[in-house]
């Protein structure tokens, strides 16, 4: 977008103005980037914690587990993307054909 609309007429944006434009867009984005951050570590920890009793002492974990536990708590450092993971996510909860379950498989 370079243009706006003044009085009815369309004028050409300043630097500056093109400037601000850029920077609320990028805040923006980083807005989003870290509220799907917090919502993947939210449902990370859901998911550890669900495997927690795995780590009692008088149970033995399998490797398996011990892999998907790992996998777990790299999330989300090992994400380059949240946004589209966050969003290849909610496509797959939604049953969108052809997306797969972005996370780890549990065993």
Excluded: H
């Excluded at 536990?69 to 994400?79: D, G, I, Q, S």
């Amino acid at each position: 977008m370079t243009t706006k609309i003044v009085n009815g007429e369309e004028v050409q944006l300043t630097d500056a103005e093109e400037q601000a434009l850029l920077d609320r867009k990028t805040r923006s984005e980083a807005g989003a980037s870290a509220l799907c951050l917090e919502s993947i570590r939210r449902e990370r920890n859901k998911r550890l914690q669900e495997t927690d009793y795995f780590s009692l002492n008088d149970v033995t974990l399998t490797d398996d587990m011990k892999a998907y536990r790992v996998a777990l708590r790299n999330l989300p450092a090992n994400t380059s993307d949240p946004v589209a993971f966050q969003n290849q996510w909610n496509e797959f909860e939604q049953g969108k054909d052809g997306v797969a379950d972005p996370w780890p498989t549990k065993p």
